[in-house]
């Protein structure tokens, strides 16, 4: 228990030595257990996500899990956390960087451990789903994309939906490949502004909009709906 002990606090520079005292002589035998360690953190990581995505958006999950509350909970002993999102998820440091320092220099590819082969199987699962699916990794993963969600609300570019011009043919929804209605919900957190749904209305009854107070309701259709209420009360 011991070694495993130290081969943690060596790997991950977690503070064990705050709540137990290690033998100095454990920390030789640390390379042993560098695996075991390596699939232990992995798994404490998944777990966790897997209980956040419960209560939030998987996206959300790792933004606060990841990149917020770990790194300021779990700090080594000089107060630092570990970029966790980056050290152990994100698969880019292995596409560009371990993968080609590995090809070209057999000392590296000799020290390659778990930590490389989880996340090489991170990037060949990326791979594989962006093949099935759009954007798998900005609409799952990513905190940065969770982030930016965020900011759909608030954001000075919008999109507006004319509901005296919309037919409700269904053809913007179809065309979303981030799977918004945009007739329902034309500031979604997932949509991503490409303006597939513009182009497709056949009615043009949705159009981008720039300014603050984005509410995606059309001013063109309330006033109408506005003007036919007065006539209606004039009429009467």
């Known amino acids: 228990m011991n070694n495993l002990l130290a081969a943690l606090m060596f790997f991950t520079r977690l503070p064990f030595w705050r709540i137990c005292t290690v033998p100095s002589e454990c920390f030789r035998h640390v390379v042993s257990y560098w695996s075991l360690c390596g699939w232990l953190t992995g798994g404490v990581m998944a777990l966790s996500f897997w209980v956040f995505s419960t209560w939030f958006p998987l996206p959300v999950a790792v933004l606060l899990l990841a990149v917020v509350l770990l790194p300021a909970l779990i700090v080594n002993d000089v107060g630092m956390g570990d970029p966790y999102f980056c050290k152990y998820i994100c698969p880019q440091g292995v596409l560009e960087g371990a993968i080609p320092l590995a090809a070209a ?41 969770a982030f930016y969600a965020l900011m759909n609300k ?10 005296s011009k919309c037919v409700s043919c269904g053809k913007c929804a179809r065309t979303c490949q981030m799977d918004v209605d945009i007739t329902k919900s034309p500031n979604d957190t997932e949509c991503i502004r490409c303006g597939k749904c513009i182009r497709a209305c056949p009615t043009e009854a949705i159009r981008f909009r720039y300014g603050f107070g984005l509410t995606g309701k059309s001013a063109n259709g309330d006033q109408k709906v506005k003007d036919n209420q007065q006539n209606t009360t004039e009429e009467s």
């Open 105 to 145: 220099n057999e000392s590296i590819r000799a020290a390659l451990g778990a930590l490389f082969t989880r996340k090489l199987i991170i990037l060949i699962a990326v791979v594989v789903l962006s093949v099935l699916f759009f954007r798998p990794f900005c609409k799952w993963i990513c905190p940065l994309g």
């Open 154 to 163: 608030v954001s000075l570019l919008g999109i507006e939906v004319d509901t």
